[in-house]
């Protein structure tokens, strides 16, 4: 890769890191702030301004390794930055978890079924996955390929766009679910008097019978 | 900053973050008012690095509804 497509790489996974931080504070359950990325960020930092001082002529050339220096720095920098991008993706699919899972948890799977139709079949298993792959690629050393990380950025934070969509969706059918399950309730409810009320009756029967049988045998 | 010095400290690392630990962010409560950062962290809501990690592993563990 040569340092424009470098920088161009860095430029956008930044971004996205800085686009992702700001909603993931937003999502977090605790409205607690999370650090860890921006360690990531200031050893990125750290590199770019090694690979500018070399460019700009600023640091001492050591036989003439100026393009070689750059782009070893600027290489250095896109990893960090990658891995600050994991780290918040990670940060903020845990808490669209946690907050679906709580959203979802009074309502009976039939309800869940009854109104959002494709939860089992499409949401569900897309929420497991992409909240398992980001956590493993966060916590794999090897970052890959240079010219595939930002192909892999792109991905992820379209995946966790798509979580976004699928938490507000599950947000906006919240009081559908609330409708159906107190509808349910009071069929249950009904189902259960009705019967109770079978049961006395037969009961009552019984030993009406038994009464009848027992005056005319003696 | 003369180019000797500059060339001194180019390839040298800052030194490196100590993990975030509850000492840490109860440090950084006491000592807010010297601080000129974001609310968030004088008041100490922040994540330690091991309540984090506790907090990410439950959430992980739950399965969905």
């Given at each position: 890769m040569n340092i424009k497509a470098v920088l161009v790489s860095i430029c956008k996974i930044h971004e996205a890191t800085k686009g992702l931080t700001i909603l993931s504070e937003e999502f977090d359950s605790e409205f607690l702030s999370f650090l860890q990325p921006r360690n990531e960020l200031m050893n990125a930092y750290q590199h770019i301004i090694r690979a500018v001082s070399n460019k700009i002529g600023l640091r001492e050339e050591?036989?003439?390794?100026?393009?070689?220096?750059?782009?070893?720095?600027?290489?250095?920098?896109?990893?960090?930055?990658?891995?600050?991008?994991?780290?918040?993706?990670?940060?903020?699919?845990?808490?669209?978890?946690?907050?679906?899972?709580?959203?979802?948890?009074?309502?009976?799977?039939?309800?869940?079924?009854?109104?959002?139709?494709?939860?089992?079949?499409?949401?569900?298993?897309?929420?497991?996955?992409?909240?398992?792959?980001?956590?493993?690629?966060?916590?794999?050393?090897?970052?890959?390929k240079t010219d595939e990380l930002l192909p892999s950025v792109e991905r992820y934070n379209a995946e966790l766009h798509k979580l976004l969509d699928i938490h507000s969706c599950i947000i906006n059918a919240v009081p559908t679910l609330m409708e159906l399950e107190k509808k349910q309730a009071s069929k249950d409810k009904k189902g259960f008097y009705i019967k109770f009320g079978l049961v006395i009756i037969t009961a009552l029967a019984t030993g009406f019978v038994s009464w009848l049988v027992a005056v005319f045998t003696h | 900053m003369d180019k000797k010095e500059f060339n001194q400290l180019i390839d040298k690392n800052f030194p490196e973050t100590k993990p975030i630990t509850e000492s840490t962010r109860k440090l950084t409560v006491?000592?807010?008012?010297?601080?000129?950062?974001?609310?968030?962290?004088?008041?100490?809501?922040?994540?330690?690095?091991?309540?984090?990690?506790?907090?990410?592993k439950k959430i992980l563990r739950t399965p969905l509804p």
């Amino acid at each position: 890769m040569n340092i424009k497509a470098v920088l161009v790489s860095i430029c956008k996974i930044h971004e996205a890191t800085k686009g992702l931080t700001i909603l993931s504070e937003e999502f977090d359950s605790e409205f607690l702030s999370f650090l860890q990325p921006r360690n990531e960020l200031m050893n990125a930092y750290q590199h770019i301004i090694r690979a500018v001082s070399n460019k700009i002529g600023l640091r001492e050339e050591k036989n003439n390794d100026v393009e070689d220096y750059t782009i070893t720095n600027l290489g250095k920098a896109l990893s960090h930055e990658y891995r600050a991008f994991f780290d918040t993706a990670d940060y903020l699919s845990i808490s669209l978890r946690k907050k679906i899972t709580e959203e979802l948890r009074p309502f009976s799977s039939d309800t869940i079924k009854t109104v959002l139709v494709d939860y089992y079949s499409t949401y569900r298993p897309r929420i497991d996955r992409i909240t398992k792959e980001i956590a493993n690629l966060r916590e794999s050393k090897d970052i890959g390929k240079t010219d595939e990380l930002l192909p892999s950025v792109e991905r992820y934070n379209a995946e966790l766009h798509k979580l976004l969509d699928i938490h507000s969706c599950i947000i906006n059918a919240v009081p559908t679910l609330m409708e159906l399950e107190k509808k349910q309730a009071s069929k249950d409810k009904k189902g259960f008097y009705i019967k109770f009320g079978l049961v006395i009756i037969t009961a009552l029967a019984t030993g009406f019978v038994s009464w009848l049988v027992a005056v005319f045998t003696h | 900053m003369d180019k000797k010095e500059f060339n001194q400290l180019i390839d040298k690392n800052f030194p490196e973050t100590k993990p975030i630990t509850e000492s840490t962010r109860k440090l950084t409560v006491k000592e807010s008012s010297r601080f000129r950062g974001a609310v968030r962290l004088s008041l100490g809501m922040f994540w330690t690095d091991e309540k984090y990690k506790k907090h990410r592993k439950k959430i992980l563990r739950t399965p969905l509804p």
